[in-house]
């Protein structure tokens, strides 16, 4: 069913406002974040956080808690920042590959093992030894024609893939995948509000695509932005389209207070049709 815009925006805010809130993060990869108030230990550990993002949500958080204590457990006190907290960036700028590639030799985690990882480590490290920072290598791949984040996406994933065999950590987006994980990453980066910290102020939110799971095909559907069946890259650019109608300077807005039905305990799919007002 499709809304006039001003009553489906007025709606969303309601939403919002409502649960656009730290107190609804958990559970979810994003509340890592917070223990990396440096932007450029805080985009590592969105990248890698994001990138774990399958599965069961306390098997999520299980294994991303997992790789940042290998990475801590094997660094030395050189490796730690001046307030004493560890540091993402020192880490891998500083651990050989072939350190790393020891250090998670024995990770498992549902497809992804420990080559995978490591891989996958290896090509933040090469990325960030070259540029200084993630987001120094992402704007660099960014031109001023770009409609959508995509070119800059495929850009920054095949300089991660160059590094070998990364298995499923780093979707393509030329291949037609919605990318949900880079999606959920570059949210986290680039927008900036109670929820996402942020960081990189020289992506604009206008471009990003909505994070496309389950959760937000669903919504996407309700809302009739989308009749498409399958998640993919186009279903993912429709929704995010039909966003773009609500809010153009940002369609991201409500991803994550949408997306809380149905993932956090305490809120039910069914109390989100109730509230915009949507017969199931």
């Excluded at 730690?80 to 985690?109: G, M, P, W």
């Excluded at 960081?199 to 669903?218: K, N």
Aim: charged share 25%; proline share 5%.
């Amino acid at each position: 069913m499709n809304y006039e815009k001003d009553q489906l925006k007025k709606q969303l805010d309601i939403i919002y406002n409502a649960y656009n809130k730290k107190e609804y993060i958990h559970p979810d990869p994003l509340e890592f974040l917070d223990n990396y108030p440096d932007l450029k230990d805080r985009e590592i550990a969105a990248l890698i956080a994001s990138s774990l993002a399958y599965g069961r949500v306390d098997q999520i958080l299980k294994h991303v808690r997992l790789v940042f204590a290998i990475m801590h457990s094997s660094v030395n006190k050189d490796f730690f920042c001046q307030s004493n907290k560890f540091s993402l960036h020192s880490y891998i700028v500083e651990t050989s590959e072939a350190d790393i590639v020891k250090n998670f030799k024995r990770f498992k985690y549902r497809f992804t093992n420990g080559e995978h990882i490591a891989s996958f480590l290896v090509g933040i490290k090469s990325v960030v030894k070259e540029y200084a920072s993630l987001k120094s290598f992402f704007f660099n791949g960014m031109t001023p024609k770009d409609e959508t984040i995509i070119p800059a996406l495929t850009h920054f994933v095949k300089r991660i893939k160059e590094s070998g065999n990364c298995g499923n950590l780093a979707p393509d987006p030329e291949k037609g995948s919605a990318c949900k994980r880079n999606a959920l990453f570059l949210r986290w980066m680039v927008r900036k509000d109670e929820v996402d910290p942020g960081g990189w102020d020289q992506v604009s939110p206008a471009i990003l695509i909505v994070p496309l799971d389950t959760h937000m095909h669903h919504v996407g559907s309700l809302l009739g932005f989308t009749k498409r069946k399958q998640a993919d890259m186009r279903t993912a650019l429709e929704i995010t389209d039909g966003f773009r109608q609500i809010s153009p300077d940002d369609p991201v807005k409500y991803d994550f207070c949408l997306t809380r039905f149905g993932i956090h305990p305490e809120m039910d799919f069914r109390d989100l049709e109730t509230i915009i007002n949507i017969e199931s």
